[in-house]
């Protein structure tokens, strides 16, 4: 009987790491020596935000994410944690808004400014007062707006409502109180119902965080656990720790039994962290090693052998923290399908890595580019609170399709959109053609974006463009900031022509559909 290799047919086999070039890095930037096991790194398609070196209390700086090149050494921060900041979070529903936590026992809340920053910021927008301890981690929730976990080293994991309107919060909304050590990982499912935790008790749990009871309990022995991380739908969790040869590990487990883990394998004998990063659109986990230059990557499948190596990124620089672009800030016309910030201490450098799958077409390639996760919230906190659970709002990422961006788009408003009801156009989407037709929500939401351009003065309106107040904004002082500001420019124009084509296709479906109506009314 002659052997047969088994072939797996993949459209991500090729999937290769592209290391920025030098002008497209961030230079001289005073990355933070501090040995806390965070990314250390936050970023979204308006920003990157990274922890700084800072005498007397802790800081981080937010840079605009096409200010490359080598940065001012005097650049404003924002500085108003007495203690080192050990993680930093974007909101995932506003470009604009971070959290961050710190030593003194503080979260706080920080609105960055649209114009780029001119001076120091130390007064927070909100102010979490609760735990007794340093706090370590933080994680906005996937789906509810203003909902914000913070885990302490009490051994606290607490919930906040943002959407109180005072200032300094001291009362969490619930405190889980599940755990005996310090919390060293957190994760949410998709629709944020579940969480998931790992312990220095090296112990996975998994929690209904608005009941707070653990559901289920992971002390397998032979795995120490670090990181754990839900893998999307697919109902299974994925950990990176050590094994009792303090060998690096990763394991994968069954979500409604986590007694003994599906798989088990042992990756080398460094002694840096591993971060787990999952796409859950193509499907694809990326393991990144503190303290090397390697990123691996694997492909999810749901049956076994349940995790697929694909290949693995090496570069000679190690990493002390590594960021992530959401997948509304990929560059889709060069098929990039996930991007890493990756912190070079040692050269004060953050180095941008994309992933990118090799195609030959420049057009839009819809098979790697499903409908992924939006901008806009899918519940209201109040609404989470009280038990409801949906989840994300999918957006597509072909460019023109609209709500890519968490801020406000100031658009000249169509004229059919005034005078024609939400009802209507739910009725209408049944004959048009799925890609050129926005959801009901969508609909909502720009009706509302043009309820707050009909508030503004009109001065006010001309003066943002693409998010940025360009009268705030410095002129370009060198030849390469001149060149970005054009290349952003003709972005810019490219974007608006594409979506007064597709505004014009959508009048024209819209007339269609008034004329079929007026016929089948015209039958009865």
Same mark, same amino acid.
Request: glycine share 6%.
């Given at each position: 009987?002659? $052997?047969?290799?088994?072939?797996?047919?993949?459209?991500?086999?090729?999937?290769?790491?592209?290391? =920025?070039?030098? %002008?497209?890095? /961030?230079?001289?930037?005073?990355?933070?020596?501090?040995?806390?096991?965070?990314?250390?790194? =936050?970023?979204?398609?308006?920003?990157? =935000?990274?922890?700084?070196?800072?005498?007397?209390?802790?800081?981080?700086?937010?840079?605009?994410?096409? @200010?490359?090149?080598?940065?001012?050494?005097?650049?404003?921060?924002?500085?108003?944690?007495?203690?080192?900041?050990?993680?930093?979070? $974007?909101?995932?529903?506003?470009?604009?808004?971070?959290?961050?936590?710190? %030593?003194?026992?503080?979260? #706080?809340?920080?609105?960055?400014?649209?114009?780029?920053?001119?001076?120091?910021?130390?007064?927070?927008? #909100?102010?979490?007062?609760?735990?007794?301890?340093?706090?370590?981690?933080?994680?906005?929730?996937?789906?509810?707006?203003?909902?914000?976990?913070?885990?302490?080293?009490?051994?606290?994991?607490?919930?906040?409502?943002?959407?109180?309107?005072?200032?300094?919060?001291?009362?969490?909304?619930?405190?889980?109180?599940?755990? #005996?050590?310090?919390?060293?990982?957190?994760?949410?499912?998709?629709?944020?119902?579940?969480?998931?935790?790992?312990?220095?008790?090296?112990?996975?749990?998994?929690?209904?965080?608005?009941?707070?009871?653990?559901?289920?309990?992971?002390?397998?022995?032979?795995?120490?656990?670090?990181?754990?991380?839900?893998?999307?739908?697919?109902?299974?969790?994925?950990?990176?720790?050590?094994?009792?040869?303090?060998?690096? &590990?990763?394991?994968?487990?069954?979500?409604?039994?986590?007694?003994?883990?599906?798989? !088990?394998?042992?990756?080398?004998?460094?002694?840096?962290?591993?971060?787990?990063?999952?796409?859950?659109?193509?499907?694809?986990?990326?393991?990144?090693? #503190?303290?090397?230059?390697?990123?691996?990557?694997? !492909?999810?499948?749901?049956?076994?052998? /349940?995790?697929? /190596?694909?290949?693995?990124?090496?570069?000679?620089?190690?990493?002390?923290?590594?960021?992530?672009?959401?997948?509304?800030?990929?560059?889709? +016309?060069?098929?990039?399908?996930?991007?890493?910030?990756?912190?070079?201490?040692?050269?004060?450098?953050?180095?941008?890595?994309?992933?990118?799958?090799?195609?030959? +077409?420049?057009?839009? @390639?819809?098979?790697? /580019?499903?409908?992924?996760?939006?901008?806009?919230?899918?519940?209201?906190?109040?609404? $989470?609170?009280?038990?409801?659970?949906?989840?994300?709002?999918?957006?597509?990422?072909?460019?023109? +399709?609209?709500?890519?961006?968490?801020?406000? &788009?100031?658009? %000249?408003?169509?004229?059919?959109?005034?005078?024609?009801?939400? +009802? @209507?156009?739910?009725?209408?989407?049944? *004959?048009?053609?799925?890609?050129?037709?926005?959801?009901? *929500?969508?609909?909502?939401?720009?009706?509302?974006?043009?309820?707050?351009? !009909?508030?503004?003065?009109?001065?006010?309106?001309?003066?943002?463009?693409?998010?940025?107040?360009?009268?705030?904004?410095?002129?370009?002082?060198?030849?390469?900031?001149?060149?970005?500001?054009?290349?952003? &420019?003709?972005? !810019?124009?490219?974007?608006?022509? %594409?979506?007064?084509?597709?505004?014009?296709?959508?009048?024209?479906?819209?007339?269609?559909?008034?004329?079929?109506?007026?016929?089948?009314?015209?039958?009865?």
């Amino acid at each position: 009987m002659s $052997w047969h290799p088994q072939y797996r047919s993949s459209k991500f086999r090729h999937v290769y790491g592209k290391a =920025a070039s030098k %002008e497209k890095c /961030y230079d001289c930037v005073p990355i933070t020596r501090n040995v806390h096991d965070n990314h250390f790194c =936050a970023v979204n398609p308006h920003f990157i =935000a990274v922890v700084t070196e800072c005498a007397g209390g802790g800081a981080f700086l937010v840079i605009p994410i096409h @200010q490359t090149g080598k940065l001012d050494p005097h650049y404003p921060k924002i500085c108003g944690h007495k203690g080192n900041v050990l993680d930093i979070k $974007w909101n995932p529903f506003n470009d604009f808004v971070i959290a961050s936590c710190s %030593e003194d026992a503080t979260v #706080k809340i920080w609105d960055i400014p649209k114009h780029l920053l001119t001076r120091n910021i130390t007064i927070p927008k #909100k102010e979490l007062l609760g735990h007794a301890r340093r706090v370590g981690l933080i994680e906005w929730h996937p789906t509810a707006n203003n909902i914000l976990f913070s885990s302490g080293y009490d051994y606290k994991i607490m919930i906040w409502n943002l959407d109180s309107k005072d200032a300094v919060i001291s009362n969490p909304v619930k405190i889980l109180d599940a755990h #005996k050590d310090v919390v060293l990982s957190m994760s949410f499912n998709t629709d944020g119902s579940l969480l998931a935790t790992a312990c220095r008790d090296r112990k996975i749990r998994l929690i209904d965080p608005r009941a707070g009871t653990v559901l289920q309990e992971a002390s397998y022995k032979s795995h120490r656990v670090n990181k754990v991380l839900f893998l999307g739908n697919v109902k299974k969790l994925f950990s990176t720790g050590t094994s009792r040869w303090n060998n690096r &590990q990763i394991a994968l487990w069954d979500q409604n039994d986590l007694s003994v883990p599906l798989l !088990e394998e042992d990756l080398d004998g460094s002694s840096g962290l591993l971060f787990p990063f999952y796409d859950s659109d193509t499907h694809m986990l990326y393991v990144v090693g #503190k303290g090397d230059g390697n990123i691996r990557y694997y !492909e999810i499948s749901p049956e076994k052998p /349940y995790l697929n /190596y694909l290949m693995e990124y090496r570069s000679h620089l190690p990493q002390k923290g590594i960021g992530m672009m959401p997948k509304r800030g990929l560059e889709v +016309s060069a098929c990039e399908i996930f991007r890493f910030y990756k912190l070079i201490p040692t050269k004060s450098l953050i180095e941008p890595i994309s992933m990118i799958v090799p195609r030959r +077409s420049e057009s839009y @390639q819809e098979d790697i /580019y499903p409908l992924t996760t939006g901008a806009q919230p899918a519940l209201t906190a109040q609404e $989470w609170l009280n038990g409801v659970n949906k989840g994300p709002l999918l957006v597509s990422l072909r460019p023109g +399709s609209g709500a890519m961006n968490s801020i406000p &788009q100031f658009l %000249e408003p169509q004229p059919l959109m005034k005078t024609t009801d939400l +009802s @209507q156009q739910q009725g209408w989407g049944g *004959r048009m053609p799925l890609e050129d037709v926005q959801k009901p *929500r969508e609909i909502e939401d720009s009706r509302k974006q043009l309820k707050v351009e !009909e508030k503004l003065p009109k001065n006010e309106q001309m003066r943002l463009s693409n998010g940025f107040d360009i009268f705030e904004c410095p002129p370009p002082k060198t030849e390469n900031e001149l060149l970005q500001m054009f290349y952003r &420019q003709q972005e !810019e124009i490219r974007r608006l022509r %594409e979506l007064v084509n597709q505004r014009d296709v959508q009048i024209k479906q819209l007339e269609l559909e008034l004329r079929n109506l007026c016929t089948d009314a015209g039958s009865y």
